[in-house]
C-alpha cells in the first residue's frame, strides 16, 4: 500500500467519544476517499474529495466529517461515535482518467 | 444508478482447480472494470483492470474479459494455489459527466484454497 498512510492502525472507543482518522498521500494525486468495510457489504463510500478544496458527500456519510487539510492530507472524524460505526476504514487515492485506486492499509476501529 | 453483482462466497477449492468468479454490471456510459483482492488484515490491491469492451486484463495468472453484450467481468484462473486465499472485490468506475471517479464495489467473494 505504498502511498498512503493511515494512522491509526487500530483503535477502541466508548460511546460517545470522539476521534479523528489520518490520511496522507505522497503520490500527488488530486482524488482522495474514505470507504468503510463491514461483512457481506463490500465497501460503502463515505466521503470523497475530488480536488484540495473540495468535499462531498457518499454513500454513508452521516455521523461523520471531513477535511482535506491540502493536497496530500483528508482526515475523517467521527464527533459522537456510535457501535454502529465499528467498521475498517480504508482511504483511497486516484487520479483523472481510467486508473484504479491505491488504498491504504486501513483502521480498525471497534465502539463499545 | 450504477451497481456491480458478485457471486456469493465462500468459494473453496483445492489446490490446482480451475477459479471462476462471477461478477456483473449495471451502469451508463463506459465503465472502468477493475478487480482487487484483500489478503487477511490488509488493504485492497488492485489486481488486474480493463477499460474498454473486449478488453482482457490479467495479472498474476488471473484474467478478466470486459463483456458489454452480457455486463460482465468474470475472474479467472486455471490452477489456484493456497496463496490465492483472499477476498475479491469487483468494482467499476464511471466517471460519466461529473468527474469525480468514484469506485463502485460489489460485495466481495471470499476464496479459499486447501491444500
Known amino acids: 500500500n505504498a502511498g498512503v498512510t493511515q494512522t491509526p492502525k487500530f483503535q477502541v472507543l466508548k460511546t460517545g467519544q470522539s476521534m479523528t482518522l489520518q490520511c496522507a498521500q505522497d503520490m500527488n494525486h488530486n482524488s482522495m476517499y474514505w470507504y468503510r468495510q463491514d461483512p457481506g457489504m463490500g465497501l460503502r463510500l463515505i466521503y470523497y474529495?475530488?480536488?484540495?478544496?473540495?468535499?462531498d458527500k457518499g454513500e454513508v456519510p452521516n455521523g461523520y466529517n471531513v477535511s482535506r487539510l491540502n493536497k496530500r492530507e483528508f482526515s475523517l472524524r467521527l464527533e459522537s461515535a456510535a457501535p454502529s460505526q465499528t467498521s475498517v476504514y480504508f482511504c483511497?487515492?486516484?487520479?483523472?482518467?481510467?486508473?484504479?485506486?491505491?488504498f491504504g492499509s486501513g483502521t480498525r476501529l471497534t465502539v463499545v | 444508478g450504477n451497481s456491480v453483482t458478485q457471486m456469493e462466497g465462500p468459494v473453496t477449492l483445492s489446490e490446482e482447480a480451475f477459479l471462476t468468479i462471477n461478477c456483473t454490471y449495471t451502469?451508463?456510459?463506459?465503465?472502468?472494470l477493475f478487480w482487487y483482492v484483500q489478503y487477511p488484515g490488509e488493504g485492497l490491491q488492485l489486481l488486474l483492470k480493463a477499460t474498454k469492451a473486449d478488453d482482457k486484463g490479467s495479472n498474476k495468472g488471473f484474467e478478466a474479459t470486459y463483456r458489454k453484450e452480457t455486463t460482465s467481468f468474470h475472474l479467472e484462473k486455471g490452477s489456484v494455489q493456497v496463496s490465492d486465499s483472499a477476498v475479491y472485490f469487483c468494482?467499476?468506475?464511471?466517471?460519466?459527466?461529473?468527474?469525480?471517479?468514484?469506485?463502485?464495489f460489489g460485495q466481495g467473494t471470499t476464496l479459499q484454497v486447501k491444500p
Open positions: 451502469a451508463t456510459g463506459y465503465p472502468s
Open positions: 468494482a467499476l468506475r464511471s466517471d460519466g459527466s461529473s468527474n469525480t471517479g468514484k469506485l463502485i
Open positions: 474529495s475530488a480536488s484540495e478544496g473540495t468535499t
Open positions: 483511497a487515492i486516484t487520479t483523472t482518467g481510467r486508473y484504479g485506486y491505491t
